[in-house]
């Protein structure tokens, strides 16, 4: 009789509290139907029953990017604000990185608000922002996910950070500053990322279409900890593995030189791959694109990037 009461009331509690992994998917999954108010109530009846957790925090900020996305700003301002004020407090428990909600969360509160001051007409503030909280959280793990915010505001029109080439795959990277007169274009990857694979055949279709224009392709990347299946790995094990993926899968993009450092995504803020930035002639910055483009987006940037910067402009 014991073990039958122990059962039932392992199974009504498994019953009366639903998983908190499905809260943030039934959230996503509601925001994704436009279904808000039913996300809303999801949120508020866990709430009740659970109070603020990490996991409610980050599907919080799910509602904040949904009305992002769907352009509501003062909306999404209101929850990325809530979620930022509420995860900032869940701080006094531990470190941000103790576990993978809050960081999540946090990072995209402060994402949203700044997107939401951009497009107020606020993007002096919205920078002050994003600054600050380099400032606090620039060593942890969404500091790339805000620099990559602070480079969406401000990077654009201004010289390109140099890159760190002390390790490299293929031939040795070439300093930013030696391409002077020369177009740039930056092409941030990932060995499991699947969006910079198929970016290959459109780079490499650009490389050839630019050469007449001294196009100079750099392919940052960086070591993750891990290599195929995820799988913990070396160093050393982790650079051969990139080689592999490399051969297989950027088989016309041999030639691009590789700085391997995770201090070129920290500066760049490429916490999205692949992210892809254009230089001009002289060396400014006149795209910064977090995420894959197509044949066509990319070569008007660098139609854009070619015809500016010569000597006398």
Known sequence: MGNSWLVATVLLCAMSLPAQADLIEDVRTQLSRNAISSAEAELSSYKSRQGVTPEYLEALSWMARGAATSQQWDKAAFYATETRTLGEQQLAKGRLDAEPHLPIALGAAYEVLAQSMAEKGQGPAAVRLLR????????TSIGPRLQKNLNLLSLVGHPAPALETTQYLAPKPPALASLRGKPVLLFFWAHWCADCKAEVPVIARLRQEFAPQGLALIGPTQLYGYAAYGNDATAAQEYDYIELVRQRYYSTLLDMPVPLSKQNFKVYGASTTPTLVVLNRAGLVTMYHPGAMSYE?????????SASGKPGQ
Do not use: I, N
């Not at 600050?132 to 060593?139: E, K, N, Q």
């Not at 987006?297 to 990037?305: F, G, I, P, S, V």
């Open 132 to 139: 600050g909280a380099l400032a606090r959280y620039g060593t």
């Open 297 to 305: 987006d990319l070569r008007e940037a660098l139609l854009k990037a």
